[in-house]
T-cell receptor
């Protein structure tokens, strides 16, 4: 079975500061990994994904994440936080190349607050 | 290209009633997945449909069911509603079966009283 752990439920940073949201996964096979963002009263928007190849992946809005197999991690970073980044962020995993590609397993989510 | 649409956006039902939620995928997308989002359990996979067939199912009781039509639109039904069914129900569409890149709709907020 797969699982995703997002430590902490809330992260607060100052505008312009580094954003670091942690994600660790457990999977019996090499996984596909995703970060989604959810703004209030909206659905989920895909920020970035890792499937194969380069382990550092860049996404939208200046976010990036690095797949580290040895640490079973996929942490999300952004060099400089903007007020508009305040939202809830979800890490997700799925098993590739199986009949369950579309079945995403999500972490509990982290709420990011950005202070002026 | 229009995104995933879900109707209704908000719904209030009474315990014991049943409810039907609708999802229209992005044009050209043929796979639809449903997720339940609650503060306590987070985001949980309900089921996935492709070509009018259920391909995958999560760990939910039989009160939760779904279907997909020939135009790829999907509905999910919850019978005998319980207070714990109050949640945001999200629909996601993808190009084909087994496609991992999913696009989510805004969700239907169901409140059971």
């Amino acid at each position: 079975a797969q699982s995703v752990t997002q430590l902490g439920s809330h992260v607060s940073v100052s505008e312009g500061a580094l954003v670091l949201l942690r994600c660790n996964y457990s999977s019996s096979v090499p996984p596909y990994l995703f970060w989604y963002v959810q703004y209030p009263n909206q659905g989920l928007q895909l920020l970035l994904k890792y499937t194969t190849g380069a382990t550092l992946v860049k996404g939208i809005n200046g976010f990036e994440a690095e797949f580290k197999k040895s640490e079973t991690s996929f942490h999300l970073t952004k060099p400089s936080a903007h007020m508009s980044d305040a939202a809830e962020y979800f890490c997700a995993v799925t098993k590739p190349l199986t009949g369950a590609n579309s079945k995403l397993t999500f972490g509990k989510g982290i709420t990011l607050s950005v202070r002026p | 290209k229009a995104g995933v649409t879900q109707t209704p956006r908000y719904l209030i039902k009474t315990r014991g009633q049943q409810v039907t939620l609708s999802c229209s995928p992005i044009s050209g997308h043929r796979s639809v997945s449903w997720y339940q989002q609650t503060p306590g359990q987070g985001l949980q996979f309900l089921f996935e449909y492709f070509s009018e067939t259920q391909r995958n199912k999560g760990n939910f009781p039989g009160r939760f069911s779904g279907r997909q039509f020939s135009n790829s639109r999907s509905e999910m039904n919850v019978s005998t509603l319980e207070l714990g069914d109050s949640a945001l129900y999200l629909c996601a569409s993808s190009l084909s079966a087994g496609s991992y890149e999913q696009y989510f709709g805004p969700g239907t907020r169901l409140t059971v009283t």
